[in-house]
DNA sequence: CAGCATCCTGCGTGATACTG
DNA sequence: CAGTATCACGCAGGATGCTG
């Protein structure tokens, strides 16, 4: 069930995305499906780069964060009902239309939290 | 180096900024400070508008939050030392930098959350 | 007015083990 | 491979009272 009684009547779209986007990975997710469908597994690994002092993520946890994802209907997940499982998770329109402003976020990190990542990276990962 | 310590090897922007931000009110705040400096209660009462069900907040969050936004260098803190407190927070320049990001949040979630906002709202709140 | 001190609670996150 | 089931924990967030 989409919402039952939200939509509070917030009038500030902002808290709202942040509810939607709260969670350590949902925002990387997004951008890691930007490219492309990714499955379980390569989503999993795809958090863990770049991140290197960062341990395996709990299972639990990334699926809570898909399924939030897919509720939120800005990803979609395709279950090919294979014998070795196989699910690949793809970003829906409403997803798609959120990857600039991901990169309107992470082209001002970069910018402005001055991290190991330089401005050579921004345009590389374009 | 600017760093001296901080700079967990992230890597990645958007995981930085995820926690630059985290908290409920950190980015309403920002976007209520782009109009101009605001005081502690003016803060407070501004984040009661347009969450109509909302409680109170607690002065130990929003404080939090404050202190927070300004150890990120994104905010202010004038005190003018009155005996009557009166203090006023500002968005730095990095803060300043930071509004068309909220922007970009703001309207891509009016467009796509549909909320009880209109799409009049979004340039009247320009 | 602009906070700080204290207590309390829920949930987000992590770790481990197990299954279809 | 792609998850679910359990247990455990820290911390954000709320409530209340007090202060300079």
Known sequence: MPNSKSTPPCGCPVAAFQ???SG???LRIMWDLKDGPLRY?????GLLRGAIGTKEIAPRVLSR?????????LIDRKDYGLVPPKV??????KGQSFVPVIDAIRKWGVRHLAQSTSVEQVEAAE
């Open 24 to 26: 350590k990975y949902k």
């Open 65 to 73: 964060e898909l399924k939030a994802l897919t509720g939120s209907g």
């Open 88 to 93: 690949e998770y793809r970003l829906t329109r």
């Open 41 to 45: 597994g390569e989503i999993r690994s």
């Open 19 to 21: 509810k939607m986007i």
